[in-house]
């Protein structure tokens, strides 16, 4: 994970980017705003953490144009300005969380691990992968190998709940219940045949199977390396 650290107390700074190296990241440091526009224009960080007074360019004002220049990279602001108006004004230019001088750091660290945390949870996985078959939940298509590989809605569904279960055992209660609705009688055929259709466009061709029927139990998508 990567920080950029706007902080113009140079003491506070190495003290902090020797407890967040210490802590396994790494840590970048700038020591006033138009710094930090720069760096953060050309570079990616996984967050920020900018104290509120700067030179040239303050803390909140260094946020608000990163929002407007839609950057949502995850913010932590320091400040020594703890009344409730300060910090209201500090969320709303567009910071994730507000941390008042003193502090401890491992305070410091506990909030920026909480906000790397929800930035990971509120970006949606649209892409699956087992072995070398590919899947874009965005784009609706799959491919093996680079090649492409043409599916039918049902087929395509079928596929995406066996790979989101990759390694495990599904069972056909499972497919009735997550792909068909409970559409269908749990004694028809129509999840072998659709597994059999699955399994000609996916595995032939290609030394290594990926999909195993799992006798008396269900059906597996695994790599079989």
């Given at each position: 994970?990567?920080?950029?650290?706007?902080?113009d107390?140079?003491?506070?700074?190495a003290?902090?980017?020797k407890?967040?190296?210490?802590?396994?990241y790494?840590?970048?440091?700038?020591a006033?705003?138009?710094?930090a526009?720069?760096?953060?224009?050309?570079?990616?960080?996984?967050?920020?953490?900018?104290?509120?007074?700067?030179?040239?360019?303050?803390g909140?004002?260094?946020?608000?144009t990163m929002?407007?220049?839609g950057?949502h990279?995850?913010?932590l602001?320091?400040?020594?300005?703890?009344?409730?108006?300060?910090?209201?004004k500090?969320?709303?230019a567009g910071?994730?969380?507000?941390?008042v001088?003193?502090?401890?750091?491992?305070?410091?660290?506990?909030?920026?691990?909480?906000?790397?945390?929800?930035?990971?949870?509120?970006?949606?996985?649209?892409?699956?992968?087992?072995?070398?078959?590919e899947?874009?939940?965005?784009?609706?298509?799959?491919?093996?190998?680079?090649?492409?590989?043409?599916?039918?809605?049902?087929?395509?569904?079928?596929?995406?709940?066996?790979?989101?279960?990759?390694?495990h055992?599904?069972?056909?209660t499972?497919?009735?219940?997550?792909?068909?609705?409970?559409?269908?009688?749990?004694?028809?055929?129509?999840?072998?045949?659709h597994?059999?259709?699955?399994?000609?466009?996916?595995?032939?061709?290609?030394?290594?199977?990926?999909?195993?029927?799992?006798?008396?139990a269900?059906?597996?998508?695994?790599?079989?390396?």
């Amino acid at each position: 994970m990567r920080v950029l650290i706007v902080e113009d107390d140079l003491e506070a700074a190495a003290y902090m980017v020797k407890g967040l190296k210490e802590s396994g990241y790494v840590a970048d440091h700038v020591a006033d705003g138009r710094e930090a526009l720069y760096r953060v224009a050309g570079e990616t960080y996984d967050a920020l953490v900018v104290d509120r007074m700067l030179p040239g360019v303050d803390g909140l004002t260094i946020v608000r144009t990163m929002r407007t220049a839609g950057n949502h990279t995850p913010v932590l602001i320091l400040s020594a300005l703890g009344d409730v108006d300060d910090r209201v004004k500090g969320l709303k230019a567009g910071g994730d969380d507000y941390l008042v001088k003193p502090y401890a750091f491992a305070e410091l660290l506990a909030r920026l691990e909480a906000l790397l945390r929800r930035g990971r949870a509120e970006v949606p996985d649209t892409t699956l992968k087992v072995a070398d078959l590919e899947m874009d939940l965005v784009a609706r298509t799959v491919r093996r190998a680079g090649k492409a590989i043409e599916l039918k809605p049902k087929e395509f569904a079928l596929l995406e709940y066996l790979m989101r279960h990759a390694g495990h055992v599904v069972t056909r209660t499972m497919l009735l219940e997550n792909v068909w609705d409970y559409s269908f009688d749990p004694q028809t055929n129509v999840i072998d045949v659709h597994i059999s259709r699955l399994r000609q466009k996916i595995d032939k061709g290609h030394d290594k199977p990926l999909l195993s029927t799992i006798r008396g139990a269900g059906y597996s998508l695994r790599d079989s390396n």
